[in-house]
Nanobody, 125 residues
Framework: QVQLVESGGGLVQAGGSLRLSCAAS????????MGWFRQALGKEREFVAS????????YYSNSVKGRFTISRDNVKSTVYLQMNSLKPEDTAVYYC??????????????????WGQGTQVTVSS
């Protein structure tokens, strides 16, 4: 019903920046709240950032607040994650997720209905 494809991951040095993109198809994009999660090796998947369907409300984990910015373009059906001042502990597979309850900014994995395949972000020390 909804397909999500992430892109933009790669290898960067500490202090550098990356911009991740997630393209959605299969449903009117504005009816989906969107989130970014990440999963490091040996760790559980954790919340990074979320944005409501209209793009006016955002929420961030404490570990990325002030460094990462989530945004969306509902015309292009794409959500972005701008990552600045990257740290080695940011290294993980980053996943895009969609929540059919469009008005909320959930940090809970259980609230998300669709997931992308993930894109690897590696930050060297």
């Amino acid at each position: 019903q909804v397909q999500l494809v992430e892109s933009g991951g790669g290898l960067v040095q500490a202090g550098g920046s990356l911009r991740l993109s997630c393209a959605a198809s299969g449903r009117t994009f504005s009816t989906l709240a969107m989130g970014w999660f990440r999963q490091a090796l040996g760790k559980e998947r954790e919340f990074v950032a979320s944005i409501s369907g209209g793009g006016r409300n955002t929420y961030y984990s404490n570990s990325v607040k002030g460094r990462f910015t989530i945004s969306r373009d509902n015309v292009k059906s794409t959500v972005y994650l701008q990552m600045n001042s990257l740290k080695p502990e940011d290294t993980a597979v980053y996943y895009c997720a969609a929540d059919r309850t469009f008005y909320r900014n959930s940090y809970n994995i259980r609230d998300y209905d669709y997931w992308g395949q993930g894109t690897q972000v590696t930050v060297s020390s």
